[in-house]
């Protein structure tokens, strides 16, 4: 139960009801993070746009390292509600339940190369709060196994949008 009153569809603006609509014809329901986004337009909208640029869209990573990196750090922040759905997105964006379990057990037990590892925890160590710590020589370092500038500034961007949503679905107790 959410810490504030989430809207319920007929109470969502015109404009989030067109975006609500195929989500409700498909699954029958919206989320609690819809929900609350959905209180305001200009989050909606903004976070919206980080979901489609970050996530949705064919970028510079697979869609593959996205969600380990949306899995992994959902479990640094302790973001049961953000683990549970990434869980299911992994799913349909064809990841094996084994290699899903791989990740939440921790980038050590996931079954990739050394650089997929080290980008993996490069963003677990982007994400704390002590992040204004990291050095050019670890950035230097990612770049020596072959990551480019572009996927390096994706997976903090990525890594910043969860802490963001992480942060919105704890503080207002979504998933409880």
Avoid at 54 to 69: C, M, P, V
Wanted: proline fraction near 2%.
């Amino acid at each position: 139960m959410a810490y504030i009153e989430l809207p319920e569809f007929e109470e969502m603006s015109p404009v989030i009801q067109e975006k609500a609509r195929p989500i409700m014809e498909k699954t029958g329901k919206l989320g609690e993070i819809f929900k609350l986004l959905a209180v305001d337009e200009k989050i909606y909208f903004a976070t919206d746009a980080m979901v489609q640029g970050y996530l949705l869209d064919e970028t510079h990573l697979s869609y593959d390292i996205k969600e380990a990196i949306a899995l992994l750090i959902s479990r640094e922040n302790s973001c049961k509600m953000c683990v549970d759905v990434h869980r299911g997105i992994a799913k349909m964006l064809g990841l094996r339940d084994e290699r899903i379990e791989e990740i939440l057990r921790g980038v050590e037990e996931i079954d990739t190369d050394e650089k997929e590892k080290a980008l993996l925890n490069f963003c677990i160590r982007a994400s704390r709060k002590d992040n204004y710590k990291i050095q050019k020589e670890e950035i230097d370092a990612l770049k020596a196994m072959g990551w480019s500038d572009k996927e390096i500034l994706e997976a903090v961007a990525i890594t910043g949008y969860f802490n963001y949503i992480n942060t919105l679905s704890n503080v207002f107790g979504l998933g409880q």
